[in-house]
């Protein structure tokens, strides 16, 4: 374990944080290479393990579904000296046959309405090493006009807003309906998203801004 202690100005107390040292670590990213502790139903799981005692071109990870039961077994591939990488696709349902390759997850409609999780685990020479990620049904974000999110809006300009529902997509192109809310003004107004593609089950909306914030009488 190490530490950092940071005294404080009356020279009594002290901010201490303290992290564990580990031999191997597992890390579950998502599509960006961020550290993810939560996935899209059916979005693939993405893995980097550190292990510096490995020395081979390739381990291997098991992962497991909680609700659904699932276990697979997943290669991942060295990308330098102590680093492996690997993906394993998911998909929504009860799981009918475990080393597909897929790793089926659970669905259940409540409530109450638990929501499945993945475990990630690589046996090290010094003991096994883990880690865990829930997966959830959607995500919906403020972002700008580029899609990237944002926090904050300028007055008398728009509001765009994204909507990720991997589950949530048809042949056809889809719309969906959502409700924005002003705090300041407790305007409440109803938005209607569409999907950017067909069977994309990413939905897109935006909604003017007059120049006091509020939002236009029309909607």
Known sequence: MISI?????????STVA???????AVLLRDGEGEPADTFLESAPVHVLVIAPGASASSITVQVTSALSGDVETLTLQGVGSIAYEGQIPTAAGQSTAHGDGILQISRFFGPPSPQDSVTVSYAASSG????????IPGRIAFVDARGEKTPTFAAGTEAYVRMELPLLNYPSLVQYGVQMFNDSTGQEEDLVLTETRRDSGVYVGSMPLDVDGSFPSSG
Do not use: E, N, R
């Open 18 to 24: 303290q992290a564990q040292i580990t031999g191997s």
């Open 5 to 13: 202690d940071l005294p404080a100005g009356d020279g009594v107390t």
């Open 128 to 135: 096994t090493v883990s880690d865990s990620a829930v997966f």
